[in-house]
């Protein structure tokens, strides 16, 4: 069966230090990756997504980039952080275009 | 980005009683999911519709596309405190690999 890690689980930075959050899939190959960046209480907004590794597609302009070094693996970075990237990040993976599946989510806290 | 609109935003009912919950969008997708996600856990799969007016069941909860794929509904029979959550759909359009959330809908339903 598929599992995707998420870590860390929670963080709290300080306003302009770097980011690293990171995500892996096992038990398949070839994933479509995702990261969406959720308010409190609200829907999902979709950050970057990777069809393959190193292609990514930016969806929002932000403060924030993405990489995707192995196939299975996703990483989610800044160089500077502002409060506003405060939020509850999400990976998730796809197999083809209707079913995706989230992992456990990272509640990043910047100061 | 392709918005989808979710009403009621907040949702509060007895146990017992029945609701709906709407999602509704100027596009067109290929697909359409409803996840249903707890406080600091990722979002959950519920149901895949696919075709328009299709209508899928899934014990107390019956899920409908819209003909013209651009909308669909959720609707929950007897509600039970275990359905509590925040309720939200997700499109995928017709080309791309972009999942598109909805704004969600926090149900709480009171035992």
């Known amino acids: 069966s598929q599992t995707i890690h998420q870590w860390p689980a929670t963080l709290v930075q300080p306003v302009g230090s770097p980011l690293s959050l990171e995500c892996t899939v096992e038990?398949?190959?070839?994933?479509?990756l995702y990261w969406y960046r959720q308010a409190a209480g609200r829907g999902l907004q979709l950050l970057f997504y990777?069809?393959?590794?190193?292609?990514i597609s930016s969806e929002v302009p932000q403060n924030l980039s993405a990489s995707r070094p192995q196939d299975r693996q996703f990483i989610l970075s800044s160089k500077k952080l502002l409060l506003s990237d405060s939020g509850f990040y999400l990976c998730a993976w796809t197999r083809g275009s209707y079913e995706q599946y989230f992992g456990p989510g990272t509640r990043l806290t910047v100061t | 980005t392709q918005l989808l609109e979710q009403s009621p935003q907040f949702l509060s009912i007895q146990e017992g009683e029945n609701l709906t919950v709407y999602c509704n969008s100027s596009s067109v997708f290929s697909s359409l999911q409803w996840y249903r996600q707890e406080p600091g856990e990722g979002p959950v799969l519920l149901v895949t519709?696919?075709?328009?007016?299709e209508v899928k069941k899934l014990k107390r909860l019956t899920f409908q596309f819209g003909d013209a794929r651009k909308d669909s509904s959720l609707h929950i029979t007897a509600a039970q405190p275990g359905d509590t959550g925040l309720y939200l759909c997700?499109?995928?359009?017709?080309?791309?690999?972009?999942?598109?959330f909805g704004t969600g809908t926090s149900l709480t339903v009171i035992p």
């Open positions: 997700a499109g995928v359009p017709n080309t791309g690999n972009q999942f598109y």
């Open positions: 038990g398949t190959s070839n994933p479509n």
């Open positions: 990777s069809v393959g590794i190193g292609q």
């Open positions: 519709v696919v075709t328009g007016g």
